[in-house]
């Protein structure tokens, strides 16, 4: 059945097995957040637009954090659940599921798996790999926009991607920092996760990941 389904859906239905699996007090990469925490989160971000913009709007972070109150009341299976069916039929976000979650469903389902501090990388098909570099191509650049040398993501089996460079960097340029491993985790890297399996070449500290 998983087979028939995009990546985003797999990835949620995997996700909300293993947020129900571990129960509502487990860790997860996201600081200060515990399982509950990311059901809550995942559960707001498409079904409350309002208080989600909270999350990249101060003036609007007070509702978020209501709102999330709120959510995080709620029985914690009954929420991981309803989060898990879906976009219901005249949410819009059903629409752009593939768009708007590939990325988001990878990376939470990777902050709980790795939840206990273990880098557990997997095997994807080169379909899947390919909708994560799309991905990571985009916005790695946004991401390591204030790093201080050129970084130089090679993702396995794809295109290097160069981010941050004002002085047009070579193949073979110095003072750079270059980044290698599966494409995964260099999404997972630049989106600030550390528990991951990468080669690195040069000084990490050169590096700064922004939020977005």
């Known amino acids: 059945m998983l087979g028939c389904m995009s990546f985003s859906a797999t990835e949620r239905v995997r996700l909300a097995d293993l947020l129900l699996e571990l129960g509502p007090e487990a860790p997860t990469l996201c600081e200060g957040w515990d399982t509950r925490d990311m059901a809550v989160h995942l559960y707001l971000r498409e079904n409350n637009p309002l208080a989600a913009a909270g999350m990249f709007v101060p003036a609007m972070s007070g509702l978020l954090a209501r709102a999330s109150s709120k959510a995080g009341e709620r029985d914690y299976t009954e929420l991981v659940r ?15 599921d593939p768009v708007m979650n590939t990325a ?109």
């Open 104 to 212: 988001e469903h990878f990376i939470h389902h990777e902050d709980v798996r790795r939840g206990d501090g273990v880098a557990r990388p997997r095997d994807f098909s080169r379909v899947v790999q390919a909708q994560l570099y799309r991905v990571l191509a985009t916005m790695a650049p946004r991401t390591l926009k204030n790093s201080t040398v050129p970084v130089i993501l090679h993702a396995t089996g794809f295109p290097r991607i160069v981010a941050a460079d004002q002085r047009g960097v070579s193949v073979d340029g110095e003072n750079v920092l270059r980044i290698r491993g599966d494409v995964g985790e260099l999404l997972l890297w630049i989106f600030g996760r550390d528990v991951v399996e990468l080669q690195v070449d040069g000084n990490l500290a050169d590096a700064h990941r922004t939020g977005l």
């Open 82 to 96: 309803d989060w898990a069916d879906g976009p219901g039929r005249f949410n819009p976000v059903r629409f752009i």
